[in-house]
């Protein structure tokens, strides 16, 4: 079968690789559709940090797509079945995944896409329980953004989601921003604002149920919100996002930070937090309990993030999808790769 493989940093090239055969406990998956996403990049360039990826590996963490095969002993998944998978393989075992945190797994990190093969190729395996069958009657391809939601939905369930009513507002317009405001909605937040960096994306957000938009370089704009939300979710991976996450929380607010910023140095004041008893939440990937909740929104109709694919592409022209994400004045929201070419 054709797929991506990256043997090392900066060397990665579409090319014939040996058909994947499910274990036992394992299926077999046709790619219907992978997002390709900012992590990705690091892998190819050889950012990513050496406990995080293992080369040479096929990317591919972001996906959809049905069941081809089911390996010995897998009762609950047939031949065409329309899935998607948690891409943390944790242990099921220790504490943290005692505690249903298995984004948290101390057995060591392994992840569809950077340790394992991912879903930049015509067909991949994982294990079965993993798997999250979707309805016969959703469309498959919009389910690949499920995985950022999950990431999205993790950092929310961790924090506790906002009572009905509550001012709250996303710093970041990317992919996990404008998905975080698809989930906010549904708990029918009083106020609902997006902070946003390049107009082309903010525009999306009153359809993703933005109340208001205001540039990140508005700053009168920025002065007006200042101390007015009780929760405000930061998705900026730039080091001045948390700052300016916590500027707009009212005393007693929480922020939940899922950007990665790569600072390696101190970007808020900690008085900031301490003075206004502020709750700050991190998040890293997704638990389980997220998979599930957003499986179940997507399911029933509710989440809808089908809106936010601006490009689509074949696996023979990955190279050129990776180019249209980091574009600088580009205006992709989220790109998706077709491995079956049936786009």
Not at 141 to 153: G, I, S
Request: charged share 20%; with cysteine.
């Amino acid at each position: 079968m054709r797929a991506l493989v990256v043997d090392g940093p900066g060397r990665a090239a579409v090319s014939d690789v040996p058909e994947p055969v499910p274990g036992p406990g394992e299926v077999l998956v046709e790619v219907a559709a992978a997002g390709i996403c900012g992590s990705d990049l690091e892998l190819l360039e050889g950012r990513r940090p050496a406990a995080y990826v293992s080369y040479p590996v096929v990317p591919g963490h972001e996906w959809a797509g049905r069941v081809r095969a089911a390996g010995a002993g897998v009762r609950d998944l047939a031949p065409g079945d329309p899935v998607v998978a948690e891409g943390l393989r944790s242990c099921g075992v220790c504490d943290r995944c005692a505690e249903g945190r298995t984004n948290l797994c101390t057995a060591g990190y392994a992840e569809t896409g950077f340790t394992h093969p991912g879903a930049l190729a015509e067909r991949l395996v994982v294990p079965a329980g993993l798997v999250h069958r979707l309805p016969a009657d959703r469309p498959v391809e919009a389910a690949a953004l499920l995985e950022p939601a999950a990431c999205v939905a993790s950092g929310l369930l961790e924090a506790g989601l906002p009572l009905p009513g509550s001012r709250v507002a996303v710093v970041g317009d990317g992919p996990l921003g404008l998905l975080a405001l698809l989930l906010l909605r549904t708990v029918s937040p009083g106020e609902l604002a997006l902070v946003g960096g390049r107009p082309a994306r903010s525009a999306f957000g009153p359809q993703c149920g933005a109340t208001r938009v205001v540039a990140a370089a508005d700053q009168e704009g920025l002065a007006g919100l200042a101390g007015r939300f009780d929760a405000v979710i930061e998705a900026t991976n730039d080091p001045a996002g948390a700052a300016a996450a916590l500027a707009l929380l009212r005393r007693g607010g929480t922020a939940v930070l899922l950007g990665i910023s790569g600072a390696g140095r101190p970007t808020i004041d900690p008085d900031t937090v301490t003075l206004n008893q502020l709750r700050v939440q991190g998040g890293f990937a997704a638990s389980r309990a997220a998979w599930r909740w957003v499986v179940a929104l997507y399911a029933k109709g509710i989440l809808d993030p089908a809106p936010l694919v601006t490009h689509r592409f074949d696996l023979e022209d990955a190279a050129a999808a990776f180019t249209a994400l980091t574009a600088p004045d580009g205006d992709a929201v989220k790109i998706l790769v077709h491995p079956a070419g049936d786009r």
